[in-house]
């Protein structure tokens, strides 16, 4: 799958290493070093995805993030020295898809690339493409959720969830299900990092999402999603 990858890395001798293995692996890669200058060109063309390092001059790659989720549903892996539970966390909260700590394989940067870009572009679905319960519409072709025919922009993380959830009303998913839907190929992603995409897509789907009629807690369990609308 050949994509557009904006890589946002002020070292620039890891972005140049970085930038080479994209484009060898077919992809159109272009660098910025500063976290205004990355706004900036994704509001001018946006890519397909974005390689986010954390610690960024000008803009910080959290405070970046927590914009880009404000008026684009772009991927977005965000890439960082911390490592921490709490940072994974601090991340997913801003709207990232993914996170990468330091130091990383190539290998592994472009697997977790592949596996963004394919949920992006919705693929691997099978059965029917729309997906309807209740009020909630998620269109697995075009990529888009619905709410009483309003659309809603989902980050891919959080359509990814959705998706599943959509695919089998009323059943309920534990953490780790729902986690191996949004970030399979993540060794370091944590199960607490989908409470924070159920919180984030209550905002967006629910009437009241501190009293949620949709997506629901199981307590114990998981989640699920319901026609049930109180």
């Not at 994509?3 to 992809?27: F, K």
């Not at 990529?143 to 089998?168: D, M, N, Y």
Request: aromatic share 4%; hydrophobic share 40%; proline share 6%.
């Amino acid at each position: 799958m050949c994509a557009y990858l904006l890589v946002a890395e002020d070292d620039p001798a890891q972005a140049e290493v970085m930038r080479r293995y994209l484009t060898a692996d077919g992809h159109d890669a272009v660098v910025v070093h500063d976290g205004r200058v990355a706004l900036t060109q994704v509001r001018r063309r946006p890519p397909d995805l974005l390689v986010l390092d954390l610690m960024m001059p000008g803009l910080d790659g959290l405070s970046l993030c927590r914009i880009l989720r404000e008026e684009s549903g772009v991927p977005i892996l965000m890439l960082t020295a911390r490592s921490g539970e709490n940072d994974l966390l601090a991340g997913f909260r801003g709207g990232a898809d993914d996170y990468l700590t330091k130091p990383y394989s190539p290998r592994e940067l472009l697997a977790r690339i592949r596996a963004l870009l394919r949920r992006s572009a919705g693929q691997g679905a099978a059965g029917a493409t729309t997906l309807r319960v209740g009020a909630v519409t998620v269109d697995l072709n075009r990529h888009e959720v619905r709410i009483e025919e309003q659309p809603v922009e989902c980050t891919p993380g959080e359509f990814a969830i959705l998706a599943a959830l959509a695919g089998s009303p009323d059943r309920v998913f534990t953490r780790g299900q729902l986690l191996q839907h949004t970030n399979g190929v993540e060794r370091d992603s944590v199960e607490r990092s989908i409470d924070v995409h159920v919180l984030n897509l209550r905002r967006k789907i629910e009437p009241n999402p501190r009293r949620p009629s949709r997506l629901l807690t199981v307590y114990g369990v998981g989640y699920k999603l319901t026609a049930t609308s109180l």
